[in-house]
């Protein structure tokens, strides 16, 4: 939970809100091989109850397991790799905190979305009801500073980050 830490912190931030994001998903059966290894236990002569444990090779075991895979709708990544990436790498160069915020989604879908779109921040989890309330737009931005929120854009309105940190008073 880092609501507190980010509501505190000292200076100014950008955070892109996304309450959902813009996929089909679906599932598939892949075969997975574990490496399965085996501990010896050897007696260390001269020292009472003293061991030493060796690990060794065993086998390999395979098994079924069933992996969702996601298209990601192209209109909605575009808009992080044709906007959203240039304005938040900018911020960053000015010393401002970025990050995104999303729908708790599972931790490897969000891996899997950063990816795609070449995000390079991180995105925590807030309630998407939450996020909808701070701000309409999906994906949306909102310029922070000392907790305190100064700008927020729709991202068909998104200015370059030279003219939102004019705008929000940087």
């Given at each position: 939970d880092i609501a507190n830490d980010l509501l505190n912190y000292p200076g100014a931030h950008v955070m892109v809100v996304a309450y959902t994001f813009k996929y089909d998903e679906a599932s598939e059966t892949v075969t997975v091989r574990d490496s399965i290894f085996a501990v010896d236990t050897?007696?260390?002569?001269?020292?009472?109850?003293?061991?030493n444990y060796v690990q060794r090779f065993d086998r390999i075991e395979e098994r079924q397991e069933v992996k969702k895979t996601y298209t990601w709708d192209k209109d909605y990544a575009e808009k992080y790799t044709a906007k959203l990436n240039?304005?938040?790498?900018?911020?960053?160069?000015?010393?401002?905190?970025?990050?995104?915020?999303?729908?708790?989604?599972?931790?490897?879908?969000?891996?899997?979305?950063?990816?795609?779109?070449?995000?390079?921040?991180?995105?925590?989890?807030?309630?998407?009801?939450?996020?909808?309330?701070?701000?309409?737009?999906?994906?949306?931005?909102?310029?922070?500073?000392?907790?305190?929120?100064?700008?927020?854009?729709?991202?068909?309105?998104?200015?370059?980050?030279?003219?939102?940190?004019?705008?929000?008073?940087?």
């Open positions: 050897i007696a260390v002569e001269g020292i009472k109850d003293s061991f240039d304005f938040m790498l900018a911020a960053e160069k000015d010393d401002v905190l970025i990050y995104g915020v999303t729908k708790p989604y599972d931790n490897a879908m969000i891996d899997e979305f950063r990816h795609h779109t070449q995000a390079q921040y991180p995105f925590y989890k807030a309630d998407d009801i939450l996020l909808k309330t701070i701000v309409r737009s999906n994906p949306g931005v909102v310029v922070w500073k000392d907790g305190k929120i100064l700008k927020k854009y729709h991202i068909n309105k998104l200015p370059n980050w030279d003219k939102a940190k004019a705008e929000a008073g940087l």
